[in-house]
């Protein structure tokens, strides 16, 4: 099955609808990072929700980031989102010891989301952390910082090994024109719904358009699109942030260390530097 995002608009317009699911990508970042499971099913929650955050930017232009940090042992989540479906993160602490998502995340902390939108100042909204599930902390912050009354549902399930067998997440959000009834509608919905990571499994292989139309009869699909773990991160960009450093410390990394090892937070690929290739980077410098 592939990872997807779908968008729709149910009660007469009133309610959009985003489903994603995200069961490659979760289990991607958990490979990446060799994470376990607590720290694969926080990461991956965050993961979940940005997919739907990115597919609601305007433009290829924009981006966002997410940053989570509850003061719990998984220390903080960070997660950037990119309008093309293409989503990359990392937590500080892929091994933490914890019971629970909550217990990991901690509430002693914030969750905010700064918007890259191509304009002069970025949009910041933050928020306290209300439960450090992820699920009911954006839906604080969506009805909170962006003044839209929403619902999330997120989740991430595992099989016998560890494996990532369902991941996913899905938001509900109501427009400004919606009526009582169309509140009333989809609070019965939300109460009817299922563990997120459960539908997922349920669904399998189906298109996920589908639980757009068994949510709500009358929804419209508007758009399907493919979302991806992807970071664009490359040796050419490490390069250049290797010149970014004094030429002392280059100097140092050629003769004491006689290389170096730079790894991407973001994807954990590593790129090596030979001493050669240090030295051309200082003549660059000097030029």
């Known amino acids: 099955m592939k990872d997807e995002l779908v968008k729709a608009l149910a009660l007469d317009g009133h309610v959009r609808i985003y489903i994603a699911r995200t069961t ?18 926080a990461l991956g929650r965050v993961l979940s929700v940005a997919s739907i955050m990115g597919g609601m930017l305007k433009s290829d232009k924009e981006m966002l980031t997410i940053s989570i940090n509850g003061h719990g042992p998984i220390g ?52 306290e952390l209300q439960s450090g599930e992820i699920g009911s902390d954006f839906t604080y912050y969506f009805t909170l910082s962006e003044q839209t009354p929403s619902a ?18 899905l938001v509900l959000q109501m427009m400004p024109d919606a009526t009582d009834t169309d509140i ?5 919905v939300i109460e009817g719904l299922k563990p997120m990571s459960t539908i997922i499994k349920e669904y399998g292989d189906t298109d996920m358009s589908q639980l757009a139309h068994d949510l709500f009869d009358d929804a419209k699909v508007l758009e399907t699109s ?44 590593h790129y090596t530097f030979t001493k050669d290739e240090l030295k051309e980077i200082l003549e660059d410098m000097n030029a």
Do not use: W
């Not at 099989?159 to 067998?165: I, Q």
């Open 24 to 41: 490659n990508m979760v289990q991607e970042a958990r490979d990446r990072f060799d994470m376990g499971p607590v720290a694969t099913d």
């Open 76 to 127: 903080s989540i960070t997660v950037d989102a990119y309008s093309n479906g293409n989503v990359r993160g990392f937590v500080s602490n892929p091994h933490v010891d914890a019971k629970n998502v909550g217990e990991a995340v901690g509430t002693d902390g914030t969750l905010t989301v700064i918007k890259d939108l191509n304009m002069a100042e970025n949009f910041t909204g933050t928020v």
């Open 152 to 169: 999330v549902s997120v989740g991430v399930a595992f099989d016998s090994t560890g494996t990532v067998e369902g991941a996913g997440a």
């Open 184 to 188: 009333r509608i989809v609070e019965h």
């Open 226 to 269: 493919d979302i991806h773990y992807s970071c664009p991160c490359s040796k050419e960009r490490t390069r250049n942030i290797l010149m970014t450093l004094s030429k002392d410390e280059l100097q140092k990394m050629i003769d004491e260390d006689e290389g170096c090892e730079v790894t991407c937070n973001f994807c954990n690929e």
